[in-house]
């Protein structure tokens, strides 16, 4: 099958852009299966890039080889894959995690496709994969051969329950592709703290990963400091607070099966002084509201929410929830306190997002400078032709 591209439309494939939109397609020519490998073609007939149909999306083709020449079978997956491993390999910084994004999509040119590799104390690899997109579940198999071949892992897990799926027509997949549940639950190291990762039943495929670094500066920050960990799942934040000498560590999240598993990660971490922590069950946007009427403050609040712009389209009911969580935040801080805030909304650009954070600090009456800006860590790449990619922006913040 072709896609032939309405004149003009191919630009987006010289800059390396890898979707393509219903609305730039002229005509399809031919016939395929959905997730079927299909020639993008210019209005002038000339093949530009082979891609995965999805005939259920907006998105209708994703592009997997740049190359018109190039063969979309089980060895070009395990040559991207392999080169997605050996691209995290190559950074000294990503030496010795326990946890590895060894696949970020688009980013590392596999669109729909996801895989973390949770590395336990024994050294055994489980590699929890996630198929967004028909094209990726289609070729299930060869991503799995690749990669066994690319980690040498003892296992591999599916978690394709992702919500984008139903945009592409699919169900929800969970299960073992490769080897069988471990006896113990996985733990792994993230510089130096012991975290439990549930990779059935946790958020994502179980862990995120994408605030490594962003965890590891808040220990850097945290002596002698009072801190308020906000949407604090099961505990990453926390636990480094601790690590760094927070004094005191109030971590709030609206999940109890999340502050379970936090409290168990603590348990698992004699080190650290289990009696300067606490757990709050609450939804943060009142529990904030009832710190303010018991006029408590904090040193440092991280504030970390879901995404509540998975698109541009949800951008300004989001827009107003992060407002509203920075400002109650801003309002907590002590004198000279630091706020580290963040949004994971695909739809809320860096420069909205600055907008947002600043409106919060003039309604709470804060004067506050920026004095890092934060980002997803090294295993989750933004390919330069991809900007869609750089999903996770963060501001440090400094009150007066
Ligand atoms: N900072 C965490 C990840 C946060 S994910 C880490 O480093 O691991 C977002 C968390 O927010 C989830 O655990 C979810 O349960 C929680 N959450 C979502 N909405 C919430 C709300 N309104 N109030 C409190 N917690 C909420």
Redesign the pocket.
């Known amino acids: 099958m072709k896609l032939v591209l309405e004149r003009g439309k191919e630009r987006s494939i010289q800059r390396r852009h890898p979707w393509i939109f219903a609305a730039s397609i002229k005509t399809e020519d031919g016939r395929a299966r959905p997730g079927d490998t299909v020639e993008i073609v210019d209005a002038t007939g000339i093949v530009l890039a082979r891609a995965a149909w999805s005939p259920e999306s907006q998105i209708r083709a994703r592009i997997w080889s740049f190359d018109p020449g190039e063969t979309i079978d089980d060895a070009f997956f395990k040559r991207r894959i392999a080169a997605a491993v050996a691209r995290r390999d190559a950074l000294p910084e990503l030496s010795g995690q326990g946890g590895l994004r060894l696949i970020h999509a688009e980013s590392d040119g596999l669109p729909g496709i996801i895989a973390d590799r949770y590395r336990d104390a024994d050294n055994n690899d489980t590699v929890v994969v996630q198929l967004t997109s028909v094209g990726a579940d289609k070729w299930r198999r060869a991503i799995v051969g690749a990669l066994i071949k690319a980690t040498g892992c003892t296992r591999i897990y599916e978690r394709s329950d992702a919500d984008v799926r139903k945009l592409e027509g699919l169900e929800p997949v969970s299960g073992w592709l490769h080897g069988s549940a471990p006896d113990a639950p996985i733990v792994i190291e993230e510089n130096g703290v012991r975290m439990e990762v549930d990779i059935v039943a946790g958020?994502k495929t179980g862990?995120?990963l994408d605030?490594r670094d962003?965890?590891l500066l808040l220990r850097h920050l945290a002596a002698g400091r009072r801190v308020l960990?906000?949407?604090?799942?099961?505990?990453?934040?926390s636990l480094q607070a601790l690590a760094g000498g927070a004094t005191q560590v109030v971590s709030?999240?609206?999940?109890q099966p999340?502050l379970d598993t936090a409290a168990a990660n603590l348990a698992l971490n004699p080190a650290l002084e289990a009696d300067r922590a606490s757990w709050v069950c609450?939804?943060?946007?009142?529990?904030l509201r009832r710190l303010r009427d018991v006029d408590e403050r904090f040193d440092l609040i991280?504030l970390?929410?879901?995404k509540f712009a998975p698109s541009v389209r949800h951008a300004e009911t989001a827009a107003r929830a992060y407002k509203d969580v920075n400002l109650n935040g801003f309002k907590r801080l002590a004198p000279g306190g630091l706020l580290m805030t963040?949004s994971?909304s695909g739809g809320i650009g860096i420069d909205l997002f600055q907008k947002i954070v600043a409106g919060a600090a003039q309604d709470a009456g804060r004067s506050a400078r920026i004095v890092r800006r934060l980002q997803g860590a090294a295993d989750h790449p933004v390919d330069l032709a991809f900007p869609e990619g750089e999903y996770l922006k963060g501001l440090l913040i400094q009150v007066d």
């Open positions: 958020h862990f995120y605030q962003n965890r960990n906000c949407f604090c799942y099961t505990g990453g934040f709030v999240d609206s999940s999340a609450a939804n943060v946007f009142d529990e991280v970390d929410p879901p963040y994971c």
